[in-house]
């Protein structure tokens, strides 16, 4: 079995994460994998240190990045060269761009070859993952039905199986925005390495020693890329309102993680009186112990498919309070109960996106209610375990394609 597998970019992420480890688990036994990926732009951290970590060297092609642009046709042109090349049985395009270049090359090194007109094209079979998508919140809306014209185009003439990672984007993508056909999603939950989470107290005291944090001061931390579709300045100005309530016990708040927008959030944070209580720590190697060190994660976003960071709280008993999009909705569970505005659920606390007021009161809830943020990082941590393994997402995976290859 050759594999070809294609992302946009080897950004700080999930999706980063996910090729390298498919690249490299599904290598070997007979199975060949390849990984095509694109630049990163500037403002952006580069993680091909962890293709390097994991012995995976990708083919790079440095005209493929986020933004559209005219360099997408020789993109095209020299994805369509490996593709011809390697002649691969499985073509696996992940996230939005990769996705629309993967595709189109797929389609033409299938199709255009004289065995069409007797029958026989190419045989290659292809797939893509929507880790989020484009759909709202990201462009205007003339721009976005663009893209979603493209995505529906492509499903129908140039992808055989495509992929979500949560039910909730299943709905968004198939039933609200009608891409594609029903037998052709299948739902593949993500899966990571849960081993470095739960790292225990001693490494809760080290993380909050460096940064001169009491053990009785609540800690909130964001982990993400800071970015506009994170909308961390929602988190910000809760804080802010949390702190002028006075209703919370001592807490502050720590930004984790780097991107284009951190000097702007600097001086949001400046303007708004809060440099004693937020901290920026930038991009962190050492996420086991960050989670260890914070008593709750905060996730603000506008858009998400499975983020990643609550996985990652979870796998390291911290509750989770988060904005109710997309694949967060089945990360944390049916509701048990309203609580002005907010929801306590099964493993976290929703809010509603953009509510910075109704966010103040959920943090604030938790913060004082050590006893709820104590079961809610329990069952989160059971539901990772059970759900959100690597191995699990390996082995559907190799199953998926063992069945495709079959028909």
């Known amino acids: 079995m050759k594999i070809l597998r294609i992302i946009a970019r080897l950004n700080v992420g999930g999706p980063a994460r996910h090729v390298v480890w498919l690249t490299q688990a599904l290598q070997g036994d007979g199975v060949d994998s390849k990984l095509i990926a694109g630049t990163v732009p500037e403002g952006e951290e580069d993680m091909s240190y962890f293709a390097a970590e994991h012995g995976v060297e990708p083919i790079y092609i440095r005209e493929m990045s986020r933004e559209l642009s005219a360099k997408d046709a020789v993109s095209l042109w020299k994805v369509l060269q490996v593709i011809r090349r390697d002649r691969p049985d499985i073509i696996h395009t992940h996230t939005a761009k990769a ?7 797929a389609f033409i090194y299938k199709w255009f070859t004289p065995g069409t007109f007797i029958g026989r094209p190419r045989r290659v079979r292809v797939v893509h993952t929507f880790h989020g998508h484009v759909f709202h919140s990201y462009y205007g809306r003339h721009k976005t039905k663009i893209f979603v014209l493209i995505e ?4 129908r003439f140039a992808t055989d199986k495509i992929i979500v990672i949560t039910p909730q984007q299943l709905r968004e993508i198939h039933s609200e925005v009608g891409v594609g056909r029903e037998k052709q999603f299948e739902v593949v939950s993500l899966g990571i390495d849960l081993s470095k989470f739960d790292q225990g107290e001693e490494a809760r005291r080290s993380f909050r020693k460096e940064f ?3 053990d009785e001061t609540v800690l909130v931390g964001f982990v993400g890329r800071l970015t506009e579709i994170k909308n961390v300045p929602m988190l910000l100005r809760a804080a802010k309102v949390y702190i002028e309530t006075g209703e919370g016990p001592a807490t502050k708040f720590i930004i984790i993680g780097d991107g284009h927008l951190r000097h702007e959030l600097e001086r949001l944070v400046e303007e708004l009186g809060m440099n004693e209580t937020v901290i920026f720590a930038g991009n962190r190697e050492d996420l086991g112990r960050v989670y260890s060190g914070l008593d709750l994660i905060a996730l603000t976003s506008l858009n998400e498919g499975t983020p990643l960071s609550v996985i990652e709280a979870m796998a390291s008993r911290r509750p989770v309070i988060a904005t109710l999009v997309g694949g967060v909705v089945d990360l944390l569970g049916p509701v048990e109960q309203e ?3 907010f929801s306590i659920r099964e493993r976290g606390v929703g809010v509603p996106s953009g509510d ?14 050590g006893r709820l943020r104590f079961d809610l990082g329990n069952k989160g ?7 959100y393994g690597k191995e699990r997402l390996i082995s559907d995976i190799r199953s998926l394609y063992s069945r495709l290859l079959e028909k």
């Open 339 to 341: 609580i002005r505005g």
């Open 152 to 155: 529906k185009i492509l499903a």
């Open 356 to 369: 910075v007021t109704t966010l103040a009161k959920g943090l604030i809830y938790l913060a004082k209610n």
């Open 381 to 387: 941590h059971q539901f990772a375990l059970d759900n």
């Open 99 to 105: 996705g629309t270049v993967g595709r189109a090359a």
């Open 212 to 214: 001169g944090i009491s």
